[in-house]
């Protein structure tokens, strides 16, 4: 008979790991003392020790391997299991390079410039939105500071009382310039004085957070479509902007994410 010391150390395997297969029923002691508790393995439990360490190390969960080593699972079924195990680990892979590559090209532009980005830059999905709203055409990118606010006032002005969820703003490129939707989270009914816009749910985008007054937010946004290009992706449908803090006059202390949905190709870099 062998330690659970000696076991571990021929299976190069932790203490922890025998105990918890042996809790999970998939690798029990040859013999348990009944006084000190201590437990013990027939140099024969190394061959499935063995098995259990090579299923781990192909990604097989302790299920998985119950099953296989002990229901008799046929070689077709096996293969039915690697399968579905290799089409993981080819994702896996295909994120790692990704996030290689998004790492490597940091690097070099840290190095080249000698600085980081101004702003922090994640991809992430987005979730469908429904929001009360004013909606307007602007000619140019410029005029929009001069009607947004006006357009969350008014939406205020109707929903006073009902309670104010998250502003957000959408930005589309339509023919005759800029359409602005903006309003506010909202699951009430429908009112006369805004419109009920739903926002659709997002597969990817790219977002950043824009710290500070929106006379210098475009900055931001030049962060943000730079590290798109950056990551080789290409905009997709409208940007938006959410205020998660915008009260107030200071708006040194406003807080704003842009979120900028891409083409799917971009997602996990």
């Known amino acids: 008979m062998l330690s659970i010391g000696a076991f571990a150390q021929i299976g190069q395997v932790s203490h922890r790991m025998l105990r918890h297969w042996d809790a999970a029923g998939l690798l029990v002691p040859a013999h348990v003392d009944a006084f000190s508790g201590y437990r013990s393995y027939d140099p024969e439990q190394l061959e499935r020790l063995h098995r259990i360490v090579a299923l781990r190390q192909l990604g097989f969960g302790l299920a998985d391997i119950s099953l296989i080593l002990d229901q008799g699972v046929d070689a077709g079924r096996i293969a039915s299991l690697l399968r579905i195990r290799q089409a993981e680990v080819a994702a896996e892979h295909k994120l790692a390079t990704a996030r290689l590559a998004d790492v490597q090209r940091r690097l070099a532009l840290i190095t080249k410039e000698s600085h980081m980005s101004r702003i922090e830059i994640i991809e992430k999905p987005l979730p469908a939105t429904r929001i009360a709203a004013a909606i307007a055409t602007v000619s140019e990118q410029p005029d929009i500071a001069t009607v947004i606010q006006g357009m969350f006032d008014s939406v205020e002005t109707v929903l006073t009382g009902h309670g104010l969820g998250m502003p957000i703003a959408e930005y589309r490129s339509v023919e005759e310039g800029i359409q602005v939707v903006a309003g506010f989270e909202y699951d009430g009914a429908d009112d006369e004085g805004f419109e009920i816009v739903h926002l659709p749910a997002v597969p990817a985008a790219v977002c950043g957070v824009h710290l500070g007054p929106m006379e210098n937010i475009h900055e931001s ?23 998660v803090r915008s009260g107030g006059e200071d708006q040194e202390k406003w807080v704003t994410e842009l979120q900028q949905p891409v083409a799917a190709a971009t997602a996990g870099r």
Request: charged share 20%; glycine share 18%; aromatic share 8%.
């Open 221 to 243: 946004w030049q962060a943000v479509h730079q590290e798109i290009l950056g990551r080789g992706g290409v905009p997709r449908g409208a940007c938006r902007e959410v205020y």
